[in-house]
């Protein structure tokens, strides 16, 4: 399976949301990088057949967006927003949007209970949806876009409310669908794709910034990245100077990580390897410094 | 599909929204209903009830005619009836079709006395007094004779306990009782006005009291005039009609009908707006707009679903009353038709339910919000006929709900069935072009043709 996208362009009246957007997505886990309000919503929506787009083209192995009822049995979505029927159980949920999406009764009775086992809430199927916890009703989102058995993932902002474990569990059972089909995954959280994602593309006030290897992503900041130690009266200074990645006190010292294109001359830089967040504050850096990116 | 549309029954079985409909349907069919059920099944012996089966086979004459005899009725009955409702303070009134009761003030409650004075003759402690003088009632029959209610008897026991029983009805021809009772009938006043200035002091009384009450003159004809309404004894041709062209059943399910209709013109539509309010409130859209299923399956699916929901307590509601109907026809030895409920609801009711919810369809998935109470609030109280309609009459090709408030009337109403089936048709073909512009609005919205909610 493989997503080409062509001069994608969403407009809300004159304000394009997305604007000149060329991709290709290909199998395995694919991270929607942004800032929010960046677009990847819309872009997401676009994917999933809930928007149209304004201009430019999407295929899927060939099969045009606008043609729903071939890209639909393809898609499974997870939107960043849904709460479902709260008086509904775990399983009844399952059956109805089963049925919406047409699935065989005889299919479903297989499914339903593999897919709530593969995302441990089998115990939990006749309890009623108010009663899950936020990260009960996101795997049971995830269990929902996976009814259809899709080729196409698409899950916006999966890990937003969920504590640490549950961020952790989640993305290994993404993992685990993403063997053999597209799994496209949103979030403004870089540690969150960095462990998941093989590629990448970030967006930024809806344009495309970058689109490649989490690897490549984090080349961009090669040779900019340095970690110092600095007296805290001369801190401000510093951050007034240079672009500062992360800060940690110690005693009368501050060690920080500061992205700079020169060596720095105070506190002793060390040029560090730079890691994919470091990447992507470069590829913002010098989108605020107006530089070709 | 089939699992779709339980799952969707589910729902609707689960919202506020449904179980106050049928409240509301219940209270309708208790209050305007089963009690008519049950009063005219235990009047059988009274010669305005449908039931009544004259020994002699003399019934009231078929006429159009305002008699000397029915004008003196009409007047008898309004002045006894607003002196009834003189005491108590309590008028009733037809403000949206349905009976109220009005208080008045104190006021006002002296103009009534002013004219109850006018009227009778009697003074303000005399009309308080007047009726319990009543021993016997009768009811005039425009031909001469009338059929009288002999006074009951009354007794105690040694045990002390107080009995009455009621009396029986017995027709009286020029008898020396009937025209004693017509000079008093009463028991108390004689009219002392001519019929025209009756109707001046009816016409400021209908002011006192408000839009369309007892008292108006449309009410006077509809309850005095020999027509179909209850109170006036039934004439040979409805009694014909009761039993051999209705069956007896066929009357019972018109009134059914007629008294769950104000019920149908409006609460099936916020049955509907619930249900589909709910993909908005729990933000579901975005998990069944990209699903397979055709727009076309899941509103017909959603739309069938209520219609059933709706439907059922209808057809379960009348069960208990058509049960003492048919075992008292089948006690007298007549046999019914048990399906003429199903029949009526079906031609008669579905239409109305099928339009007033497919007009909260097309507006619901239109807006997604609460809007579709705008007309199903205008269609409430818009497209209701008027209060002289109530017993039958509005019989136009748009008329979105047919009023039948009686137990007679069959030939009027088989007159115009031409137009009534009409009416049925196009008012449902109507509501199926709803359901087909609501299913290409929810198709354009699954596609981002319009625009989702944020």
Known sequence: MRIEITALKKCYGDNAVLNDISLTIGNGMYGLLGRNGA??????????????????????????LEDTKRIRPLIGYLPQEFSLYPDMSVRETMRYL?????????????????????VNLWESRKRKVRKLSGGMKRRLGIAQALLNNPEILIVDEPTAHLDPEERLRFYNLLDEFSSDRIVIVSSHIVADLEAACANVAVLDAGRLLYAGTMDKLAETARGKVYELRIPKNELAAVKRDYYILSSQGHLSDTKIRILADHVPAAGCPALCVPTVEDGYMELLRLLEKGEKI | MKRLFLMECGKIARSISYWLYIGALFAAVIQNYERTVESELRRTDNPASVFYIAENGVYADDTDQLSEDTMHTMMMEATKRLMDNYRSNSYEYYPFGYVKRKTLSEKEQAAILLYLNELTGLDGQAIIGADENRDSEEIQISGGG??????????????????????????????????????????????????????EIMDCVNHLIGRNSYFSWTMLSLYYYPNDMQDTPITEQQHREFYEKDRVTGAFARYFCDSISLIILCLPAFVIMDLLLKDKRYKMNTLIYPRTESSARIIITRFEAVVCMIMLPILILPIKSLLAIVSYCHNIGIRVNIFTFAAYIFAWILPTVLLVMSIALFVTILTENHSAVLPAGLIWLFCRPSVDKIAGGNYGPFDLIIRHNTLKGYGRMMEHMQILILNRILVSVIALLFVGFAIIVYDAKRKGGIRLES
Do not use: C, H
């Not at chain 1, 990847?40 to 099969?63: A, N, V």
């Not at chain 2, 059929?147 to 045990?159: C, R, S």
């Open chain 2, 146 to 199: 009338a059929f009288v209610l002999n006074p009951g008897k009354k007794g105690t026991f040694e045990n002390g306990q107080f009995i009455a029983e009621p009396g029986e009805w017995e027709y009286v021809e020029n008898d020396s009782r009937l025209s004693q009772s017509l000079e008093s009938p009463g028991g108390g006043f004689e009219i002392q006005v001519t019929f025209e200035r009756f109707k």
């Open chain 1, 39 to 64: 677009g990847k919503t819309t872009f997401m929506r676009i994917l999933s057949t809930l928007l149209k787009p304004s201009e430019g083209k999407i295929t899927f192995d060939g099969i045009p």
């Open chain 1, 98 to 118: 089963a049925a919406m999406s047409k699935i065989p009764v005889e299919i479903q009775r297989e499914r339903i209970p593999k897919l709530l086992q593969q």
